[in-house]
């Protein structure tokens, strides 16, 4: 018998980001840092995100006034 695996679900992430506009002086230091769920994901950010590390992803910025909102997706990679 062969084994069938089910398969994995996109997982999107949305975070308001745009009130930290209305701050006096935006968000001093931002930094996000994207793990995703299972090394064999394809990330996908709204933002420019840098890949640092074998599964991890960063983002930063210094008087971050955000003008949209955080969307992240995770997509399994079905070819591996």
């Known amino acids: 018998k062969q084994k069938i695996e089910a398969p994995q679900p996109i997982t999107e992430i949305r975070y308001?980001?745009?009130t930290g506009a209305n701050w006096k002086d935006g968000i001093k230091k931002f930094?996000?840092?994207?793990?995703p769920p299972k090394p064999n994901?394809?990330?996908?950010?709204?933002?420019p995100i840098k890949k640092t590390k074998l599964n991890t992803?960063?983002?930063e910025q210094q008087n971050f006034i955000p003008t949209?909102?955080?969307?992240?997706?995770?997509?399994?990679?079905y070819k591996q």
């Open 41 to 47: 994901y394809i990330t996908i950010c709204n933002f």
């Open 16 to 18: 308001i980001l745009t």
């Open 31 to 35: 930094r996000l840092e994207i793990v």
């Open 68 to 77: 949209k909102d955080l969307k992240i997706m995770f997509i399994p990679d």
């Open 57 to 59: 992803y960063i983002y």
